[in-house]
């Protein structure tokens, strides 16, 4: 069974900064895109970035240049720094991963159980 687990939300001033991260456990082949997506209410889940195993980054236009995905390996956790935090980037936010279990298997799509971001004075 594969899980994701992510920390690091919580309550911020505008303008400050917050780190999420994202780690899987249980057993699996590979990993092709892991990221980070933000849900708001009335709205559909929309994706804030992505990085592939390559290293190729993709972000939601309103975070470029605020927002950084990073992660530690190809298989290992991946974060979300958040910096210049606006009352628009109040969310629950979940991390994916795009995950083959078993070789030559397809890629499926996991996702964290979400974490509380709200910006606020």
């Known amino acids: 069974q594969v899980q994701l687990v992510e920390s690091g939300g919580g309550l911020v001033q505008p303008g400050g900064s917050l780190r999420l991260s994202c780690v899987p456990s249980?057993?699996?082949?590979?990993?092709?895109?892991m990221g980070w997506f933000r849900q708001t209410p009335g709205k559909q889940r929309q994706l804030v970035a992505t990085?592939?195993?390559?290293?190729?980054?993709n972000y939601l236009a309103s975070v470029r240049g605020r927002f950084t995905v990073s992660r530690d390996g190809t298989k290992n956790p991946w974060y979300l720094q958040m910096n210049d935090l606006k009352s628009e980037d109040t969310g629950v936010y979940y991390c994916?991963?795009?995950?083959?279990?078993?070789?030559?298997?397809?890629?499926?799509?996991?996702w964290g159980q979400g974490t509380q971001v709200t910006v606020s004075s």
């Open positions: 994916n991963a795009r995950i083959q279990r078993v070789i030559a298997d397809d890629y499926d799509d996991y």
């Open positions: 990085i592939t195993k390559g290293g190729l980054t």
């Open positions: 249980g057993t699996f082949f590979d990993i092709s895109r």
